[in-house]
């Protein structure tokens, strides 16, 4: 199979942000939600995770339309039980429920020492890689997962059973130094990166897909006519999978997804632990930039030439998109300009 890669155009991240904003205040979300939401988007596609940025426009529109994303609603939190929180997200956008787990985590850890909070009638929240790194910030550890519409298989199926049910941790570094982020789906691919790769005309690696028929594949096309994405590490990443399927789909009152009962949206649960009820945060961010350094120095594998901590090759790519610019699809920006006259 032959792929023409998709010509591209560089966006300032400002400019990015304001045309976004704009798409959302029109679809009839206030300017200060509206912010929040293009910044959260445009933040994805600074890290380099394009399939959490703003080409998510198009469908929280059509959600909009459909009734699933109320664009007015604000999220509400209740406190359940010392160190519980549940945060009603009331179908408003996934972002502004999350920010909102994320205050209450860091009010409720400073008497509790931990907590946990997961969100209700949530809708697609981005990265949660956004959220456990702004705990991070505040010397808490983050911890966030969710479940999602069914796209995957189980190890050894065919058919669509699981969601891409990501996982992702941060913890604090030195002053100045990004924290650890660890953020990705248990999916070999997240779908969302799957349509980017459709987008620009490219191919992707074996061992991510299977097509309607249960056949492996490198056309990204053959997931969007009946095919699966495949859990990552084999049983491993099934394993993960289905106990973040139950977990977030269970305590969130979300559901299971290919279960009766499931409501859709995103199952979310997101825990913090306050580094300072178990140690000095100092003494906690000064010995885990001593590992990371230490990593730093490890002798290199043939065909590499670095040892890079997680977190750290999408700071690079931030760094090199505020210079640069966003590299979008032209299909992509074409598609949003659209977008407002809709």
């Given at each position: 199979m032959t792929f023409r890669q998709t010509e591209r155009r560089r966006v300032a991240a400002p400019a990015l942000e304001n045309l976004a904003a704009s798409i959302l205040h029109r679809a009839g979300v206030s300017v200060v939600d509206a912010r929040r939401v293009a910044a959260s988007l445009v933040r994805s596609d600074l890290l380099g995770h394009d399939s959490h940025g703003v080409r998510r426009l198009?469908?929280?529109?059509?959600?909009?339309?459909?009734?699933?994303?109320?664009?007015?609603?604000?999220?509400?939190?209740?406190?359940v039980r010392p160190g519980a929180v549940v945060v009603h997200g009331r179908?408003?956008?996934?972002?502004?429920?999350?920010?909102?787990?994320?205050r209450e985590l860091r009010r409720t850890t400073t008497s509790a020492g931990s907590?946990?909070?997961?969100?209700?009638?949530?809708?697609?929240?981005?990265?949660?890689?956004?959220?456990?790194?702004?705990?991070?910030?505040?010397?808490?550890?983050?911890?966030?997962?969710?479940?999602?519409?069914?796209?995957?298989?189980p190890h050894g199926g065919?058919?669509?059973?699981?969601?891409?049910?990501?996982?992702?941790?941060a913890v604090p570094r030195a002053e100045g130094a990004p924290p650890v982020v660890m953020d990705?789906?248990?999916?070999?691919?997240?779908?969302?990166?799957?349509?980017?790769?459709?987008?620009?005309?490219?191919?992707?690696?074996e061992g991510l897909v299977l097509d309607r028929d249960?056949?492996?594949?490198?056309?990204?096309?053959?997931?969007?006519?009946?095919?699966?994405?495949?859990?990552?590490?084999g049983h491993k990443g099934y394993g993960l999978s289905v106990l973040i399927e139950i977990v977030g789909g269970l305590i969130s009152g979300t559901g299971i997804?290919?279960?009766?009962?499931?409501?859709?949206?995103?199952?979310?649960?997101?825990?913090?632990?306050?580094?300072?009820?178990f140690q000095?945060?100092?003494?906690?961010?000064?010995?885990?930039?001593?590992?990371?350094?230490?990593?730093?120095?490890?002798?290199?594998?043939?065909?590499?030439?670095?040892?890079?901590?997680?977190?750290?090759?999408?700071?690079?790519?931030?760094?090199?998109?505020?210079?640069?610019?966003?590299?979008?699809?032209e299909s992509v920006w074409q598609e949003l300009h659209a977008l407002p006259r809709e």
């Open positions: 198009p469908a929280y529109l059509q959600q909009i339309r459909a009734g699933r994303i109320d664009p007015r609603a604000r999220p509400e939190a209740e406190q179908q408003a956008f996934g972002q502004l429920a999350a920010y909102r787990a994320v907590a946990i909070a997961t969100i209700r009638d949530c809708n697609h929240v981005g990265r949660l890689g956004e959220y456990v790194a702004l705990l991070a910030e505040h010397d808490l550890i983050g911890i966030a997962f969710g479940n999602a519409d069914p796209t995957v298989a065919a058919e669509r059973r699981l969601g891409t049910n990501p996982l992702a941790w990705w789906a248990t999916s070999g691919v997240a779908e969302g990166k799957l349509a980017v790769a459709r987008d620009r005309g490219e191919g992707i690696r249960g056949r492996a594949t490198t056309d990204p096309r053959d997931f969007y006519t009946g095919g699966a994405l495949l859990p990552f590490g997804g290919s279960m009766p009962g499931y409501r859709g949206g995103f199952g979310t649960v997101l825990a913090a632990f306050d580094i300072a009820a000095a945060p100092r003494e906690f961010r000064e010995r885990t930039e001593q590992f990371c350094a230490a990593l730093h120095r490890t002798g290199t594998a043939e065909g590499h030439t670095e040892v890079l901590v997680p977190g750290e090759p999408e700071d690079r790519v931030r760094r090199e998109r505020e210079r640069d610019g966003i590299p979008l699809a």
